[in-house]
């Protein structure tokens, strides 16, 4: 069965999973028993779908997650990912599609993990270098090892898709997706459908920014990596903020968050979208899965398309040499 109709049928792929990433790295440090304090509450709650890497916080991510699960392992749907290399300090070190690195990674991911089986592995970025059929070759061994359930891309170009998708079928494409990030409708979306992949949307909130949260620069962490991104600088910040605005002002109408909206929009783009917020707060995690509850109608559609169309984000999504590795 197809990752894609697997996770329609609501029996172990929550439809708002949880990124974990911000739980060891990039945002502000957080606490560990807090987080794994979030992650059960995901669970309890029907949370089920969790997100790591292991580039995130140089592994630790992993081992968090594996911690959180520990005991309660049936009620996860586990997805990690490879390919992003980083030295021990964290200083970029390219990315690797390589055989005989794909099966390195996925072994130290099981042990950061604790588990026997990942259930979506994906390839984090790819590889210029290495074509993308022996990639996926290496990642089909080990779905025929058992040690991996599903494959998926993440950031891949169309073309890339295709070609990986005839070596083994891809069930799911992660790739940021939002009401401040529409590049997949063009061509993306609709050449996952024709192929019976499933999308997984990462930063559905615009890396936080569509909470409405944040009012300044000042607003984050000296830490934050979020400060070197140019939505989140100078003009393109205040010319975002009117955005946000909008997303307030409906929300406040239907008497739900900005952040409740802005993941509903996502749920209303197609039951094969999987939204995946991160957070540190159970809070805010409950938040996050209320939005279950929240329906748009075809008028509030049309109006957030409006006034929230492909070009509406002012700035690019990443810096520069961050974006010269997505849709490869």
């Not at 021990?88 to 042990?111: F, I, K, N």
């Not at 290495?130 to 990642?139: H, L």
């Not at 197609?270 to 809070?283: H, L, M, Q, S, Y």
Request: with cysteine.
């Amino acid at each position: 069965m197809r990752f894609a109709d697997f996770a329609q049928t609501g029996e172990a792929v929550a439809r708002i999973g949880l990124g974990c990433m911000g739980m060891s790295d990039f945002y502000v440090p957080g606490d560990e028993k807090e987080a794994i304090s979030v992650i059960h509450r995901s669970l309890d709650l029907g949370g089920t779908f969790l997100d790591t890497a292991d580039m995130y916080g140089l592994g630790r991510n992993e081992e968090l997650v594996g911690r959180a699960i520990r005991g309660r392992r049936e009620q996860v749907f586990l997805a990690t990912k490879f390919g992003i290399r980083r030295s021990e300090t964290g200083a970029p070190m390219g990315v690797s599609g390589r055989p005989d690195y794909v099966r390195q990674a996925c072994e130290a991911s099981l042990r950061r993990l604790g588990v026997e089986t990942i259930d979506l592995y994906y390839q984090h970025r790819v590889d210029p270098e290495t074509p993308i059929e022996e990639t996926v070759g290496a990642m089909a061994e080990l779905v025929e090892a058992g040690k991996v359930r599903y494959l998926g891309l993440s950031e891949a170009a169309p073309q890339t898709i295709r070609r990986a998708h005839a070596i083994h079928p891809i069930a799911a494409l992660q790739t940021e997706y939002s009401l401040w990030t529409r590049d997949p409708e063009p061509e993306i979306l609709p050449l996952v459908r024709e192929l019976g992949i499933a999308f997984v949307a990462y930063s559905p909130l615009g890396r936080g920014f569509l909470t409405g949260r944040f009012r300044k620069l000042e607003d984050l962490d000296p830490t934050d990596t979020r400060r070197n991104h140019p939505r989140f600088q100078g003009e393109n910040f205040a010319a975002n903020l009117k955005l946000v605005a909008f997303i307030e002002s409906l929300a406040a109408k239907k008497g739900c968050t900005a952040s409740q909206l802005a993941l509903a929009w996502l749920l209303a783009q197609g039951n094969d979208i999987f939204p995946i917020p991160g957070t540190k707060r159970v809070a805010y995690l409950e938040q996050n899965l209320g939005a279950l509850e929240i329906t748009c109608s075809a008028e509030e559609l049309a109006e957030m398309d409006r006034v929230l169309g492909r070009d509406a984000a002012r700035g690019q999504r990443y810096p520069e040499a961050t974006m010269r590795m997505v849709n490869r």
